[in-house]
């Protein structure tokens, strides 16, 4: 199998893919005519890529059966196309959760503190105590607003606790109803120490929320932490924007979709809103470029370059990810964390055929079912104890009629019985 990476990867990614018996080439600088190229070139059978842009004219121009991002996220490769090719499409999820968590509070603790205007004074030759030891807020006993409760929600989550921080949460994913849905490992509950009931310390201290516009009214800090898709697409609009306090903190290091920037702009300048983002509309492709945006130019808000996963914990964990995604497919057909399968059926009914486990029968039943125009979306065939038996599982698009039913039986003495269930819409 023969594997291109065609983004920046770690050595230990490389050697493991080797030890798992594929070809590797390592291309990292590859982007849009130049990646097509190298995988017409290659014949590579799977695509590694971190944040490069995987399109369907790439798609066109090689025989890719898999493409794996190298990370979290996976709005950068064309999912649609992929799904129309029958190309898999696979991503590294939760393994770069702590990392952006730790960027997270850095974040927070810098729009607190005001610690790069503090280096960059000090850097100029500026001693400026007077202006930097007015009174920040602190942090204990603040809110934290927490939109997306994924791994990196949770991540975060844990370490404001610890921070003895209040929480106020919606998620996307349906953490929305009461703080039961709250995943029993959350707290660090420094409240233990002091003897205090756990339970009830997380009741008192997290609130979970039916809307975005509810986490931004009764927070301090708004952190975001949403996977990019139509769904979430501007979530953080200006109605949700305006519910912030004034002198709030905004926290994005997820994705640029899903923030109205230029509504967040608007509320640095009319209600002094501080904002630390990692991510940005219209990104430079490349690691180095010229890069401006307005919410940049603004006082009180700080920029990072879309390192969130960039830690050598987060890299060297996606890295060996990958090589067990790749592994996978390789020795099994199967594709650990995929993301293009359908998630749940179009077929209305299921067939159940028991047999002789022999040649010639599955092949039968299928050329009748091609015959009569039903198309089979997902079939199953397990096999018995001694191999001489097996049932088969055949879901199709609609219901076989009666006669049908009753040829298969009648033409292929190794068919014991033909049941048929209708599956739920």
Same mark, same amino acid.
């Given at each position: ?25 390592? =291309?990292? +600088? ?247 983002? +990692? ?13 401006? *945006? ?60 028991? *047999? ?21 979306? =997902? ?26 039913? +009753?040829?298969?039986?009648? +033409? ?14």
């Amino acid at each position: 199998m023969k594997v291109l990476v065609a983004d920046k990867f770690e050595k230990s990614g490389i050697e493991g893919l080797k030890a798992a018996g594929c070809e590797v080439v390592y =291309e990292p +600088d590859l982007k849009d005519a130049a990646l097509a190229e190298a995988l017409g070139r290659t014949g590579a059978d799977v695509l590694v890529v971190r944040s490069t842009p995987v399109t369907e004219p790439m798609m066109d121009a090689g025989r890719l059966a898999l493409i794996v991002r190298a990370g979290a996220g996976y709005n950068t490769i064309d999912v649609q196309a992929a799904s129309r090719r029958g190309i898999y499409v696979s991503n590294c999820p939760g393994k770069n959760s702590v990392a952006v968590a730790e960027l997270t509070f850095g974040l927070m603790i810098a729009l607190d503190r005001r610690i790069p205007d503090n280096v960059a004074e000090l850097q100029r030759g500026k001693w400026n105590k007077k202006e930097y030891s007015k009174s920040a807020r602190g942090l204990a006993g603040s809110t934290l607003g927490i939109l997306g409760f994924g791994r990196i929600g949770q991540e975060v989550a844990k370490r404001a606790l610890g921070f003895q921080m209040n929480l106020v949460i919606w998620s996307e994913l349906g953490v929305r109803q009461n703080r039961d849905s709250i995943p029993v490992d959350l707290p660090l509950l420094l409240e233990m120490r002091r003897g205090q009931d756990a339970s009830r310390s997380i009741q008192e201290r997290v609130s979970v929320v039916n809307t975005p516009a509810e986490v931004a009214a009764r927070c301090d800090v708004l952190t975001i932490h949403l996977a990019a898709s139509p769904l979430t697409k501007n979530i953080v609009n200006a109605g949700v924007i305006d519910q912030l306090k004034p002198g709030a903190y905004v926290i994005n290091t997820a994705r640029a979709d899903v923030v109205d920037y230029d509504a967040l702009a608007r509320a640095v300048v009319e209600k002094g809103i501080r904002v630390a983002v +990692d991510v940005y509309p219209g990104e430079p492709a490349s690691a180095t470029s010229d890069y401006a *945006h307005p919410l940049l130019g603004l006082p009180g808000v700080y920029g990072t370059h879309h390192i969130g996963a960039s830690t050598n914990q987060a890299q060297e964990a996606i890295a060996e990810e990958t090589v067990r995604i790749v592994k996978a497919y390789k020795e099994t057909g199967r594709v650990p964390n995929v993301v293009n399968l359908a998630k749940k059926s179009p077929a209305t009914h299921s067939l159940i055929v028991r *047999h002789r486990d022999q040649p010639g029968v599955l092949a039968s039943l299928f050329s009748k079912l091609a015959g009569a125009g039903i198309n089979v979306h =997902e079939a199953e065939n397990l096999v018995f104890e001694t191999a001489e038996t097996a049932i088969a599982r055949i879901n199709v698009d609609r219901e076989p009629s009666a006669t049908l039913i +009753d040829s298969f039986r009648a +033409d292929c003495a190794a068919v014991f019985e033909v049941k048929i269930v209708a599956l739920a819409a």
